[in-house]
Every structure is written in C-alpha cells, then in structure tokens.
C-alpha cells in the first residue's frame, strides 16, 4: 500500500507561481510518481512524472514552467508563470509496476484525493 498526501494548492494570478507537494508513505515502493490535473468537464490529464532513478516527464504544455523533483519521499512540483488553463484539481498518482506509460492514468495504482489550484486572469 501507498499512501498520497498532496498539498501547496491555492489561487494566483496569470503568471504567478505555486509549489505542490506529494507525501509518500506505506509499506510498498513507489517506481514512478506523476501529477495528473483534471479541469471541471475534462479529461484527467497526466502533467509530469518522475522515476525513482530520477528520470523525468513533462507534458508539451508545461515544458518549460514546470519542475518536477524528489525529495526522499516527497514529491514536488514547481510551477512557475501560471496560466488560467492551468487552473485544475492536481493529483498525485504512485505506480509500483516496473514500467510506465506516464500520461496513462490506468498505470497507477495509487492516488492522493487532489489539490485544487487555481489561476485568475
């Protein structure tokens, strides 16, 4: 089992920034994080990933803005220069497989309950 706690949510202005947070716990090892967002009537959407070696994913739309990062068993992610479709519910999703297919939600097999971050114009 894996347990997901995110946080660092909130609201900003367009070009604003916001730090997220994922806590792993739990008795199984996670191979890869990823943080997926899903906007109201959208489909949820995978944004970056990391793997346990360190590896990185990031999602063309946020190249560039977004860092993703470990830290023991914290994950981050740094956002930088927000936009208004930025504005989404992130979660955290942990994978304990030995692949992954980053932007594929039936990958993970554990998920935080979601940050809501919001972005103004």
């Known amino acids: 089992q894996v347990q997901l706690a995110e946080s660092g949510g909130g609201s900003v202005q367009s070009g604003g920034s916001l730090r997220l947070s994922c806590v792993a716990s739990?008795?199984?090892?996670?191979?890869?994080m990823t943080w997926f967002r899903q906007a109201p009537g959208e489909e949820r959407e995978g944004v970056a990933g990391?793997?346990?070696?360190?590896t990185t994913w990031y999602t063309d739309s946020v190249k560039g803005r977004f860092t993703i990062s470990r830290d023991m068993n914290t994950v981050i992610l740094q956002m930088n220069s927000l936009k208004p479709e930025d504005t989404a519910m992130y979660y955290c999703?942990?994978?304990?497989?030995?692949?992954?297919?980053?932007?594929?939600?039936?990958?993970?097999?554990?998920w935080g309950q979601g940050t809501q971050v919001t972005v103004s114009s």
């Open positions: 990391i793997s346990d070696a360190g």
């Open positions: 999703a942990a994978n304990t497989k030995s692949f992954v297919r980053w932007a594929l939600v039936s990958d993970y097999n554990y």
């Open positions: 739990g008795s199984d090892v996670w191979n890869f």
